[in-house]
């Protein structure tokens, strides 16, 4: 037998108690677990709640989004819209920003007329000037409408936007105008309104030479200070004012030589920073420290750089350069450690390291027409676009900016003071290409009188041997851009057209035409042998490019 079985015959008494024992234990639990079935239950029930609850908020604030709140409508951006003024002039100088905030890009332009848009009926008398005076404009880059305008001096001289304000502790933007002869004022791109103005302190010979240079905050109120240098008596002056209240800093400092326009803030490897201009057949510079101690009388906040310093003459304020040629264009661009400097000569075309000012690489050139502008030909690597020659005998160069390897090149005639040329990121990380020419060959004698027509060809590395001519114009010029209005939606071109001459009134046109819009009727340029492709299989492929703002 077992021992359980014969312990219980031996001790019988025993046993029962074990099993009353055993009874009273499994009593005991099932009473505590009829206590805690309750408790558990309400925490199910809880859970139940919360669960259900939480569902029917969020399907709440779904419908509330989908169904009642009305979702912002999206702005409509045409493909092409036209804004004219019959009798007026207008000014080389085109800029964009997103003003009323629908982020599509607008554009501001200045033109000079008796009144304003009949949207807005002002007059030169509104703000003290007389007929005709220079008025300031913003259009809206969807449609076209007027967004606001007002007059702001009898002439403009020079203009700078993009320039950042602080107001009420809130970031803003400003265009600054130079009147002549009066005001100095700043505009505020979203709304119009005049934020400063002071009188201008110029005398009526002085000669601005642009363009007006933002430098690092000299008054500590938080916002970039500006910079005008003016050509007064044979020698340059500059002077200093304070961005956000456009106060004069100091006095005029004088540079002791004389100069021409095309200045350029210059950082070096140091951190100083150096005004570059051209001057008397060579290159000229100041330190911002040095003129900021002669408007003054003080130490600045900024610094020296002892190599620059050396490279400077004390009298002159001439560059120790080995640069041959009378300095036409000066450009800051990128640089394997920093901003280098790109110097166009009368003779040639050279990049100069920005600490050194040693040449990396030097372009022999006959006459380059205008400032060249910067692209992408290979995926992410910088190329300079380069205009050279005159007339039948204009040639587009692309040379790669590191190097100065030559990428592309085409002889692309053109009439004297013809558009500049533009550039475009594309998704690939290339860039499209905008330049103007000649819409066919044309006689001497149409060249002399301005009656053929300026032609836009479009160029896109991955079809080197194709141009593709998206429009004719045969109005005068003033102005041209190439803008992405919308990220990565649509690319379009603006242009300003005008009198050719600021003397006689006539008709003002800013004109937006899209990009993609233009293709499908544009002509095929085939440059030589190499393209088997047709001309409708050309149009697709350009047709299919996407752009991608600037990094």
């Not at 006959?366 to 910067?374: D, N, Y």
């Not at 937006?512 to 050309?538: F, M, N, T, Y």
């Amino acid at each position: 037998m077992d021992n359980k079985d014969l312990e219980a015959e031996i001790h019988p008494l025993k046993n029962e108690d074990r099993k009353s024992q055993e009874n009273l234990e499994n009593q005991s639990k099932n009473e505590d677990n009829l206590k805690s079935m309750p408790l558990q239950s309400r925490l199910s029930r809880c859970r139940t709640v919360a669960f259900f609850l939480s569902l029917f908020i969020c399907l709440f604030v779904v419908f509330v989004v989908l169904f009642i709140i009305p979702c912002p409508d999206r702005p409509v951006s045409q493909g092409m819209w036209r804004v004219d003024y019959n009798a007026a002039v207008t000014y080389d100088f085109l800029a964009m920003e997103d003003v009323n905030r629908d982020r599509i890009q607008d554009i501001l332009f200045l033109y000079k007329d008796t009144n304003s848009s009949n949207t807005f009926n002002r007059s030169c008398a509104d703000e003290g000037f007389s007929s005709p005076c220079a008025f300031v404009a913003a259009v809206s880059g969807a449609n076209g409408s007027m967004l606001w305008e007002k007059p702001v001096a009898q002439d403009v001289v020079l203009v700078e936007c993009a320039v950042p304000q602080l107001r009420d502790s809130e970031a803003s933007s400003a265009c600054v105008l130079v009147g002549s002869p009066s005001p100095f004022l700043a505009v505020d791109v979203f709304t119009g309104e005049t934020l400063w103005s002071r009188p201008s302190s110029f005398s009526r010979n002085a000669s601005i030479l642009s363009p007006l240079l933002q430098v690092p905050d000299v008054d500590g109120d938080g916002a970039p200070d500006l910079l005008i240098l003016i050509q007064e008596e044979k020698e340059v002056n500059g002077h200093i004012y304070s961005g956000s209240t456009g106060h004069q800093i100091g006095h005029r400092g004088s540079l002791g030589v004389a100069g021409e326009s095309g200045s350029l803030l210059h950082v070096t490897r140091t951190g100083a920073h150096y005004v570059l201009f051209p001057c008397e057949g060579s290159l000229c510079g100041c330190s911002v420290e040095g003129l900021y101690e002669t408007v003054t009388g003080r130490d600045g906040p900024f610094k020296k750089d002892p190599h620059w310093e050396n490279m400077l003459n004390a009298t002159t304020h001439r560059m120790h350069l080995h640069s041959s040629g009378v300095v036409r264009y000066l450009m800051s661009v990128p640089g394997k450690a920093g901003k280098d400097v790109l110097l166009v000569s009368s003779e040639a075309c050279e990049l100069l390291d920005g600490q050194e000012l040693v040449p990396r690489w030097t372009l022999r050139t006959s006459q380059v027409l205008r400032k060249p502008i910067l692209g992408h030909y290979r995926p992410d690597a910088l190329a300079v676009v380069i205009e050279n020659g005159t007339g039948m005998d204009r040639q587009i160069l692309l040379l790669d900016l590191s190097s100065g390897a030559m990428l592309w090149t085409h002889t692309l005639p053109s009439l004297p003071g013809g558009p500049p040329s533009a550039s475009l990121p594309t998704a690939d990380h290339r860039s499209a290409f905008f330049f103007w020419g000649l819409h066919e060959m044309v006689s001497t004698n149409e060249m002399e009188t301005g009656a053929a027509q300026h032609s836009l060809y479009m160029f896109h590395p991955t079809l080197p041997r194709v141009l593709l001519e998206l429009a004719n114009v045969s109005a005068n010029v003033i102005a041209f851009d190439v803008v992405l209005f919308e990220p990565s939606r649509h690319a379009a071109y603006v242009l300003l057209t005008g009198p050719v001459s600021s003397d006689v009134p006539g008709l003002v046109s800013v004109t937006k035409h899209k990009v993609q819009d233009l293709v499908p009727g544009s002509r095929v340029v085939r440059l030589g042998e190499g393209s088997s492709d047709s001309d409708q299989a050309i149009r697709d492929r350009f047709t299919q490019l996407r752009y991608r703002s600037e990094a």
